[in-house]
């Protein structure tokens, strides 16, 4: 075998058994300090990284863009999985203007202030507010586990997390097609360009899943059952593949057929005798996933680069948190007068905006496409992924309880007074 061949597979072998390594030690002081597993996984990509310099992948490298793009379709794919069609209906309305709109509103916010505080050109700050304006499945679901919300919030907040990464996803690709001049764009031209490539991944997406639904989960006719989880690998990857082949969205046709997937039983499909089987390599396949976005996006950080950007992009941050994300709430909680949306209910919404994987990783392929200004939307979009999840996530449990949303074992849900 050729010595070079054979460096790069030693490399990637050592590689993967030390973010394992660091993961699940991490991971269990993750368990002992109740705090998101991304969070650790970010510090210990930093200590591999920075501090002992046992990690040195760069994020233009083949290996780096692979475990993101990998990364990010199955994690999508599983978010899609994980709603249930059923729980949308009362409030659909919230779950959609939150899910394009209001991307759209947090991009724009964002996007402001990163321009006047960052001195980033437009279409860059753009470019920033795209990738940092969705929320994060991968985060929220594991809290949601250990602390039981009403169930309106939480499947409300759950939809729009897995819904708008798909649309942040669309939007950033976008935007780095303008930049890098392979398409010439106007307002509605880009538009159209938008709904084009977000309705085709959408509707690839449903027939890619609902084929391979119905070829695992048909009793008669499913000769993939024996093949189940499998098939749910090959539905992923198919339909991201499928979408980038016809000029799509990948993402949103991976993330649509994990939507068809999770919801087999609408579609008069049985998937009950797997669901167990499903859940559990699901939820090790996610946790695999996380670990190499996260180790190695913290092992890339630019230190000197935040410190010099430290308190205009913490300014940044704020608005983001604090101003971007109450205004996208407002407005599009709103107009949803059929779901009689609590005073309490929006307040947590509010704070619920974790930031996580898919950021991390369209921060990581945004890098390697070589596009300007990158290493200081890399370091802007590290501070927003640690700073949510260190502060928002670790404490949604917390304001759950002082609002009245948490529902414990056995007790009936009630609507609360919505005070502190």
């Given at each position: 075998?050729?010595?070079?061949?054979?460096?790069?597979?030693?490399?990637?072998?050592?590689?993967?058994?030390?973010?394992?390594?660091?993961?699940?030690?991490?991971?269990?002081?993750?368990?002992?300090?109740?705090?998101?597993?991304?969070?650790?996984?970010?510090?210990?990509?930093?200590?591999?990284?920075?501090?002992?310099?046992?990690?040195?992948?760069?994020?233009?490298?083949?290996?780096?863009?692979?475990?993101?793009?990998?990364?990010?379709?199955?994690?999508?794919?599983?978010?899609?999985?994980?709603?249930?069609?059923?729980?949308?209906?009362?409030?659909?309305?919230?779950?959609?203007?939150?899910?394009?709109?209001?991307?759209?509103?947090?991009?724009?916010?964002?996007?402001?202030?990163?321009?006047?505080?960052?001195?980033?050109?437009?279409?860059?700050?753009?470019?920033?507010?795209?990738?940092?304006?969705?929320?994060?499945?991968?985060?929220?679901?594991?809290?949601?586990?250990?602390?039981?919300?009403?169930?309106?919030?939480?499947?409300?907040?759950?939809?729009?997390?897995?819904?708008?990464?798909?649309?942040?996803?669309?939007?950033?690709?976008?935007?780095?097609?303008?930049?890098?001049?392979?398409?010439?764009?106007?307002?509605?031209?880009?538009?159209?360009?938008?709904?084009?490539?977000?309705?085709?991944?959408?509707?690839?997406?449903?027939?890619?899943?609902?084929?391979m639904t119905f070829m695992a989960a048909h009793l008669?006719?499913?000769?993939?059952?024996?093949?189940?989880?499998?098939?749910?690998?090959?539905?992923?990857?198919?339909?991201?593949?499928?979408?980038?082949?016809?000029?799509?969205?990948?993402?949103?046709?991976?993330?649509?057929?994990?939507?068809?997937?999770?919801?087999?039983?609408?579609?008069?499909?049985?998937?009950?005798?797997?669901?167990?089987?499903?859940?559990?390599?699901?939820?090790?396949?996610?946790?695999?996933?996380?670990?190499?976005?996260?180790?190695?996006?913290?092992?890339?950080?630019?230190?000197?680069?935040?410190?010099?950007?430290?308190?205009?992009?913490?300014?940044?941050?704020?608005?983001?948190?604090?101003?971007?994300?109450?205004?996208?709430?407002?407005?599009?909680?709103?107009?949803?007068?059929?779901?009689?949306?609590?005073?309490?209910?929006?307040?947590?919404?509010?704070?619920?905006?974790?930031?996580?994987?898919?950021?991390?990783?369209?921060?990581?392929?945004?890098?390697?496409?070589?596009?300007?200004?990158?290493?200081?939307?890399?370091?802007?979009?590290?501070?927003?992924?640690?700073?949510?999840?260190?502060?928002?996530?670790?404490?949604?449990?917390?304001?759950?309880?002082?609002?009245?949303?948490?529902?414990?074992?056995?007790?009936?849900?009630?609507?609360?007074?919505?005070?502190?």
């Amino acid at each position: 075998m050729d010595n070079t061949i054979t460096h790069l597979i030693e490399h990637i072998l050592i590689l993967l058994v030390l973010i394992f390594g660091l993961g699940m030690f991490f991971g269990k002081v993750a368990q002992w300090l109740k705090l998101p597993d991304v969070a650790l996984f970010l510090i210990a990509g930093m200590l591999a990284g920075q501090a002992f310099h046992w990690i040195n992948e760069s994020s233009t490298s083949f290996t780096n863009q692979f475990i993101l793009v990998i990364g990010s379709t199955l994690i999508l794919f599983d978010g899609g999985r994980n709603i249930k069609l059923a729980g949308l209906r009362q409030v659909w309305l919230t779950v959609s203007l939150l899910s394009i709109p209001g991307v759209l509103i947090t991009c724009g916010t964002v996007a402001v202030v990163a321009h006047l505080l960052l001195d980033l050109p437009w279409l860059y700050a753009l470019l920033l507010g795209a990738i940092i304006a969705s929320t994060d499945p991968a985060t929220l679901i594991p809290v949601f586990k250990q602390v039981k919300i009403r169930t309106k919030v939480r499947e409300t907040v759950e939809s729009e997390s897995a819904f708008n990464d798909a649309t942040a996803s669309i939007l950033t690709f976008s935007l780095i097609a303008i930049i890098l001049g392979t398409q010439e764009v106007s307002l509605m031209s880009g538009t159209l360009d938008f709904v084009k490539t977000a309705l085709g991944g959408l509707l690839l997406g449903a027939a890619i899943g609902y084929v391979m639904t119905f070829m695992a989960a048909h009793l008669k006719l499913g000769f993939l059952r024996d093949y189940t989880t499998i098939a749910m690998v090959v539905t992923s990857l198919g339909a991201y593949m499928a979408g980038e082949m016809i000029g799509v969205s990948g993402f949103m046709a991976t993330f649509t057929a994990g939507l068809i997937w999770g919801n087999a039983e609408t579609f008069k499909l049985n998937m009950q005798d797997k669901r167990h089987e499903m859940d559990h390599f699901s939820e090790n396949i996610t946790v695999i996933m996380r670990m190499l976005i996260f180790i190695l996006l913290g092992s890339q950080v630019n230190f000197p680069l935040i410190l010099a950007h430290f308190w205009t992009s913490l300014g940044v941050i704020f608005v983001f948190m604090f101003i971007a994300r109450p205004l996208t709430v407002l407005i599009c909680t709103w107009p949803d007068r059929k779901a009689k949306w609590r005073r309490n209910e929006i307040l947590f919404m509010f704070w619920v905006r974790e930031t996580g994987v898919i950021p991390a990783a369209l921060c990581g392929m945004v890098a390697g496409m070589g596009v300007a200004h990158s290493d200081l939307i890399a370091s802007v979009t590290f501070m927003a992924v640690l700073i949510t999840i260190l502060f928002q996530a670790s404490t949604t449990a917390y304001f759950a309880r002082k609002l009245g949303l948490e529902v414990k074992p056995g007790e009936p849900e009630t609507l609360g007074n919505g005070k502190f």
